[in-house]
Each structure stands twice: as structure tokens, then as C-alpha cells.
């Protein structure tokens, strides 16, 4: 390394001169891109290169992006750094952007802890004709391998069995649910994709949910919020953050011998799995130059598919149960309900769910209360649009705060409380409510909806019919507020007990 006195600059002279062109020139970039967007929708006023971000908490982006939209209304301009993103608060603009102007909406934005690796491909983060065939390909696989079928029916039930037995061995001891909860969720979108559920001390499966849930929670922490923000700096900076790509290749290389292991086994005339189906796609693709079946298209689309339905499910089911302990009036409605419908002599199945209003109402006001993903992933805008009076530019990106529909004080009575009547009419029947948007809304709606809502019905139910919550404190002193919220919420950890009933 140069001694300080060889590093020493004079700032006069040539340098200064340099210097100055330099900033002259970032400037003018700024400045003349600032100029494609001026019938944006007004919003703080951005400085050069940090954008808006003085303007906010980074470690609670989210919360400071809701209480900007009280100034600034529910539809503003605010720069993540340099780069411009329209925010959407609220049910009613939501609903015109992501349902009325579905197609419009639909194209991908950026979110960089996941596109350094998948570089905008796989079927969550893709965008344009390469994610509508993926899309399409994978509703149909799945629909052909039971999704919303008694097929696959039969398989939560048999893994909601496992769930509970489980259960039993902690002996009514004090414990914390994640791992478990963490096994069912992910045996059932591993049966779809891999065709084999894992048993729970399987070390290879053990070590995916790790990583897992430790991405998870790297892109909802202030690290995570960070490189959303800054990704351009953040991907050289050390630090936490940059384990979210090193572990997204761990998950990359078990896809992969799992790819391997499938082609060396592949009977087309009977597919086991996705995998299967992707291979024979992939193949009957081959003399296509412009397919997009692949094998790197099918990596990033499967570990799209393992990542959120392991950690989606699992989180909402952890949320739930910390909630049921922090309101015991409902768990008692709830073992009521199940007393009468299910009773004690068979597990509970999908047809009883039509004849279980209130367990049906507590699922959703759930996942409207725990809010596990507050604002989706970032879209795009997919042409030049003109939207609620504003020019609307080809990609611009826009951040849907969906967590605002399912806060909104103008559909639900009392938005930030927990309260199961929001989906209850006045004689106790269910009711939907079109602000609920736990699982996005338009073009880019799960895809796995159906599925996800099999599962917290099951798994709720037979962990209710077996077991009685307790607490290990004073349920009014249980904090029911996220531990952290960036790109999901992720609930305060927690140790309860199961009493057997």
C-alpha cells in the first residue's frame, strides 16, 4: 500500500478541474433522466443519488412508505435511491391498478436480492412472454398433479397427521412451532415439485429449510432493506446481506441433483413430479430456438416455487397460533366450532370448511392481520399508460403496498385490530372481502393460493381438534407485532406448550 505522503492530492490544478466535470456530469445524468418523469405523481422532493431515502427509516421502510402516503396521497412518487417508483396505498387505487389495469401492472420490478441471482428469470421475478409460459406451464402441471383436487387433499391431511404426531411428543412441554411448522408447510410443495415429502430429521431437507428461513429473514432485515434500496453499492459492500445469493446457490445446487437424479429416472410416458414434466418439456422444446424451457429456467422457476411455498405457509401458521395465545376467546370459538362440525372420531377435511364459518373468518383475519408480505414484490408498468391523471412510463417501477387494502379503515371496521368478524356477516355466515389481498391481486396473484388455503385450513384444524394453546404468560401481555417487516413479516419468536384434548 502507497504511504500516506504518496497518496497526499493536490486539489488544484488538473484534479479540481476533473472533479468538478465529474459532478458536473452525474448531474446532468440525474437531472436530464429526472426529465422523463415529470408528470409523475408528486411526491418528496428527491436528492441527488440517495433519492428520498432521509426521508424515511430504512429498518421500517414499509411503515414509512404508509405514513408518506398521509401527506402525499395514496398514489406518490418516491426515489429508492436514483431510481423513481410510483407508490400505491390503499384498496381503492390498488384495486384500479392491479385488477382493472391488470395487464398494464404486471411486469416485474426490481428486487435486487433476488435478481443478482435469478438475472429476472424463473416464474416469480420473470416478466414478459418468458413468465406468462412459465406461469401457464406451471398452473397446468400443478392442476394435473392434484392442486385443488382430493388428491392433494389427501396428502395435507396425511402430512397434518405427521404435524400432530409431532406434536404429541413434546408432552405438553414448553417449545418453539417453527421448525415444525417450517417441515409441513414445505413436505407439501416438495411433493409437488419433488414427488417425495422428507421425513423431518432428514439433514439435507433440514438444511434447505435453514436457508430458507435465513433469507427470509436476511431481506426483512435492515441489511435486506439496504440492498432493495442501494443495490448497485450494497452488492460490494460486506456484510449479512450477502449471503441472501450465496445461500440462494446452495438452494440453486440441491435443485440440480435433484434434476439429475429425475433425467437418469425419466419415463415420459409417466412424469412423478414437476421436475419430470419440466424435463419433458424441455425436450419436446429442443428444436426451438426461441423456447424458454431450459434447464436454467427450470432451476430458477423451482427454487422460486420451493422458497415461497415453504415459508409463506409456515410463517402465517406461526403468526396464527401466536395470535390464538394472545386472544383465548377465539380459540375457544374455534374448538367449539370444530367440536360440533368435526368432533373427535375423523380428522378434518375441505368439505367441512363450507360449515365452518368462523374458523374460515379467524384463517383470514389471520393472514390480514399477520400481513406476511406487506407489499408484495415490486411491479412494473408494461407499456407508456396514463393512470389517474399521470404519464405512466414503460417500466417505471411501482410498489403495491397491499398491506394498505387490508388496512384500509373503509373496508374493514376496525383495521388494526384483531377481529374475526371482518369476514363474518350479521348472522355469523362468511363473507369475502375484496380488499383481502394476502395473496397479491391481478395478473401476479399467487398462483398458489388455492393450495396455500388447504393448508392453514388443515393444519389449523387438526392442531386445534388435538390440542388447547397455553401461553407461557399473561396473554394481554403477548406482542403481537412483527419482529421486523421488509419483505415479509416475520413473527416474534415464541415458546408455548400443546395440552392434549
Not at 392442476?143 to 385443488?148: D, E, I, T, V
Not at 434434476?259 to 419430470?276: A, C, V, W, Y
Not at 422458497?307 to 390464538?324: P, Q
Request: glycine share 6%.
Amino acid at each position: 500500500m502507497e504511504t500516506s505522503a504518496t497518496t497526499r492530492m493536490d486539489f488544484g490544478g488538473p484534479f479540481s478541474i476533473l472533479l468538478a466535470m465529474a459532478i458536473s456530469c452525474l448531474l446532468f445524468l440525474h437531472f436530464s433522466a429526472k426529465k422523463k418523469f415529470t408528470r409523475l405523481p408528486p411526491g418528496p422532493t428527491p436528492l441527488p443519488f440517495i433519492g428520498n431515502m432521509l426521508r424515511v427509516d430504512v429498518k421500517e421502510l414499509i411503515q414509512s412508505l404508509r405514513e408518506l402516503s398521509k401527506t402525499y396521497g395514496p398514489m406518490y412518487t418516491f426515489y429508492l435511491g436514483s431510481r423513481p417508483c410510483v407508490v400505491l396505498s390503499g384498496y381503492q387505487v390498488l384495486k384500479e391498478a392491479l385488477i382493472d389495469r391488470a395487464e398494464d401492472f404486471s411486469g416485474r420490478g426490481d428486487f435486487p436480492a433476488v435478481q443478482m441471482w435469478s438475472k429476472g428469470d424463473g416464474i416469480v421475478y420473470g416478466t414478459g412472454e418468458r413468465w406468462r409460459q412459465l406461469r401457464r406451464f406451471a398452473i397446468s402441471t400443478f392442476k394435473n398433479f392434484g392442486m385443488g383436487k382430493r388428491s392433494m387433499e389427501e396428502r395435507i391431511r396425511e402430512e397434518a397427521q405427521c404435524l400432530v404426531a409431532e406434536f404429541h411428543k413434546t408432552q405438553g412441554k414448553p417449545f418453539d412451532p417453527t421448525f415444525f411448522l417450517s417441515c409441513a408447510g414445505s413436505n407439501i410443495i416438495c411433493t409437488l415439485v419433488f414427488g417425495e415429502r422428507f421425513e423431518y430429521t432428514d439433514q439435507k431437507f433440514l438444511m434447505l429449510l435453514d436457508l430458507i428461513n435465513s433469507n427470509w429473514k436476511l431481506m426483512s432485515s435492515t441489511w435486506g432493506q439496504l440492498l432493495f434500496v442501494f443495490p448497485n453499492i450494497m452488492r460490494w459492500i460486506p456484510g449479512p446481506h450477502r449471503k441472501i445469493y450465496t445461500n440462494y446457490l446452495k438452494l440453486a445446487k440441491f435443485v440440480g441433483e435433484r434434476l439429475e437424479m429425475n433425467r437418469q429416472t425419466l419415463d415420459p410416458n409417466s412424469p412423478r413430479d414437476f421436475i419430470d414434466c419440466f424435463l419433458i418439456k424441455i425436450q419436446q422444446e429442443k428444436n426451438n430456438p426461441d423456447s424458454h424451457f431450459n434447464e436454467e429456467t427450470m432451476s430458477k422457476t423451482t427454487v422460486n416455487l420451493f422458497f415461497a411455498g415453504t415459508e409463506t405457509v409456515s410463517s402465517t401458521l406461526r403468526y396464527g397460533l401466536r395470535i390464538l395465545l394472545r386472544h383465548p376467546e377465539v380459540e375457544e370459538k374455534l374448538h367449539e366450532e370444530i367440536d360440533r362440525v368435526i368432533g373427535v372420531n375423523r380428522s378434518p377435511c375441505m368439505e367441512d370448511r363450507s360449515q365452518m364459518p368462523y374458523t374460515d373468518a379467524v384463517i383470514h383475519e389471520i393472514q390480514r392481520f399477520a400481513d406476511i408480505v406487506p407489499m408484495g414484490v415490486p411491479h412494473t408498468v408494461t407499456r407508456d399508460i396514463e393512470f389517474r391523471g399521470y404519464s405512466l412510463p414503460k417500466d417505471l417501477n411501482i410498489i403495491p403496498l397491499l398491506c394498505t387494502s387490508q388496512s384500509d379503515p373503509t373496508q374493514f371496521k376496525n383495521p388494526n385490530t384483531f377481529d374475526p368478524t371482518h369476514f363474518l356477516d350479521e348472522n355469523g355466515r362468511f363473507k369475502k372481502n375484496d380488499a383481502f389481498m394476502a395473496f397479491s391481486a391481478g395478473k401476479r396473484v399467487c398462483l398458489g393460493e388455492g393450495l396455500a388455503n388447504m393448508e392453514l385450513f388443515l393444519f389449523l384444524t387438526n392442531i386445534l381438534q388435538n390440542f388447547q394453546l397455553k401461553a407461557l404468560m399473561s396473554p394481554a401481555d403477548i406482542d403481537i407485532t412483527p419482529e421486523s417487516t421488509g419483505l415479509g413479516s416475520i413473527p416474534r419468536p415464541y415458546q408455548f406448550c400443546l395440552l392434549p384434548r
